[in-house]
Nanobody, 117 residues
Framework: AQLVESGGGLVQPGGSLTLSCAAS????????MSWYRQAPGKERELVAA????????NYADSVKGRFTISRDNAKNTVYLQMNSLKPEDTAVYYC???????????WGQGTQVAVSS
Protein backbone atom coordinates (compact mmCIF):
# COMPACT_ATOMS: atom_id res chain seq x y z
CA ALA A 1 0.00 0.00 0.00
CA GLN A 2 1.23 3.49 -0.76
CA LEU A 3 0.38 7.15 -1.16
CA VAL A 4 2.19 9.23 -3.75
CA GLU A 5 1.92 13.01 -3.68
CA SER A 6 2.56 15.27 -6.64
CA GLY A 7 1.99 18.83 -7.76
CA GLY A 8 4.32 20.72 -5.47
CA GLY A 9 6.67 23.42 -6.68
CA LEU A 10 7.67 27.05 -6.48
CA VAL A 11 4.93 29.67 -6.79
CA GLN A 12 4.73 33.41 -6.24
CA PRO A 13 2.66 34.86 -3.40
CA GLY A 14 -0.98 35.05 -4.44
CA GLY A 15 -0.57 32.12 -6.81
CA SER A 16 -2.23 28.72 -6.86
CA LEU A 17 -1.21 25.08 -6.83
CA THR A 18 -3.11 21.82 -6.80
CA LEU A 19 -1.61 18.87 -4.98
CA SER A 20 -2.61 15.31 -5.77
CA CYS A 21 -2.23 12.16 -3.72
CA ALA A 22 -2.70 8.85 -5.51
CA ALA A 23 -3.48 5.84 -3.35
CA SER A 24 -2.94 2.18 -4.09
CA UNK A 25 -3.00 -1.12 -2.28
CA UNK A 26 -5.84 -0.44 0.14
CA UNK A 27 -9.58 0.29 0.16
CA UNK A 28 -9.39 4.01 -0.51
CA UNK A 29 -13.13 4.54 -0.14
CA UNK A 30 -13.03 3.44 3.51
CA UNK A 31 -10.41 5.99 4.51
CA UNK A 32 -10.49 9.54 5.72
CA MET A 33 -7.92 11.45 3.70
CA SER A 34 -5.93 14.32 5.16
CA TRP A 35 -3.25 16.76 4.13
CA TYR A 36 -0.59 17.76 6.63
CA ARG A 37 2.36 20.08 6.25
CA GLN A 38 5.66 20.58 7.97
CA ALA A 39 7.72 23.73 7.69
CA PRO A 40 11.42 23.79 8.62
CA GLY A 41 11.84 23.80 12.37
CA LYS A 42 8.15 23.30 13.02
CA GLU A 43 5.93 20.37 13.89
CA ARG A 44 3.75 18.68 11.33
CA GLU A 45 0.27 20.20 11.33
CA LEU A 46 -3.10 19.25 9.92
CA VAL A 47 -4.11 21.35 6.93
CA ALA A 48 -7.32 19.70 5.77
CA ALA A 49 -9.24 16.45 6.14
CA UNK A 50 -12.08 14.84 4.22
CA UNK A 51 -14.12 11.92 5.50
CA UNK A 52 -14.53 8.65 3.61
CA UNK A 53 -18.05 9.58 2.51
CA UNK A 54 -17.03 13.21 1.73
CA UNK A 55 -19.62 14.53 4.17
CA UNK A 56 -17.18 15.99 6.66
CA UNK A 57 -14.47 18.51 5.87
CA ASN A 58 -12.08 20.10 8.31
CA TYR A 59 -9.58 22.89 7.67
CA ALA A 60 -6.91 24.59 9.70
CA ASP A 61 -7.88 28.17 10.50
CA SER A 62 -4.85 29.42 8.61
CA VAL A 63 -6.08 28.00 5.28
CA LYS A 64 -9.87 28.38 5.55
CA GLY A 65 -11.27 30.14 2.53
CA ARG A 66 -8.09 29.57 0.51
CA PHE A 67 -7.62 25.78 0.36
CA THR A 68 -10.11 23.14 -0.75
CA ILE A 69 -9.79 19.39 -0.22
CA SER A 70 -11.60 16.98 -2.52
CA ARG A 71 -11.45 13.34 -3.50
CA ASP A 72 -12.25 11.12 -6.45
CA ASN A 73 -12.91 7.62 -5.18
CA ALA A 74 -13.03 6.26 -8.72
CA LYS A 75 -9.44 7.40 -9.20
CA ASN A 76 -8.28 6.66 -5.63
CA THR A 77 -7.00 10.22 -5.46
CA VAL A 78 -7.33 13.12 -3.06
CA TYR A 79 -6.58 16.71 -4.03
CA LEU A 80 -5.70 19.93 -2.29
CA GLN A 81 -6.48 23.08 -4.25
CA MET A 82 -4.45 25.94 -2.81
CA ASN A 83 -5.27 29.52 -3.75
CA SER A 84 -3.97 32.89 -2.58
CA LEU A 85 -0.77 31.26 -1.41
CA LYS A 86 1.36 33.02 1.18
CA PRO A 87 5.04 32.63 2.07
CA GLU A 88 3.94 31.04 5.34
CA ASP A 89 2.37 28.20 3.36
CA THR A 90 5.89 27.05 2.44
CA ALA A 91 6.32 23.50 3.72
CA VAL A 92 6.50 19.87 2.78
CA TYR A 93 2.95 18.66 2.28
CA TYR A 94 2.04 15.11 3.23
CA CYS A 95 -0.96 12.97 2.46
CA UNK A 96 -2.37 10.69 5.16
CA UNK A 97 -4.97 7.93 5.09
CA UNK A 98 -6.78 6.80 8.24
CA UNK A 99 -9.92 4.82 8.83
CA UNK A 100 -12.60 4.31 11.48
CA UNK A 101 -12.56 0.63 10.48
CA UNK A 102 -8.91 -0.11 11.19
CA UNK A 103 -5.92 1.22 13.08
CA UNK A 104 -3.80 1.12 9.92
CA UNK A 105 -2.50 4.52 8.86
CA UNK A 106 -0.65 5.38 5.67
CA TRP A 107 1.55 8.37 4.90
CA GLY A 108 2.96 9.63 1.64
CA GLN A 109 6.53 10.73 1.13
CA GLY A 110 5.68 14.42 0.85
CA THR A 111 5.86 17.10 -1.80
CA GLN A 112 7.60 20.45 -1.38
CA VAL A 113 5.66 23.68 -1.76
CA ALA A 114 7.62 26.94 -1.77
CA VAL A 115 5.91 30.33 -1.92
CA SER A 116 8.33 33.10 -2.73
CA SER A 117 8.81 36.07 -5.00
Amino acid sequence: AQLVESGGGLVQPGGSLTLSCAASGFAFGWYTMSWYRQAPGKERELVAALSDNSRLRNYADSVKGRFTISRDNAKNTVYLQMNSLKPEDTAVYYCKASSRYTTQIYWGQGTQVAVSS
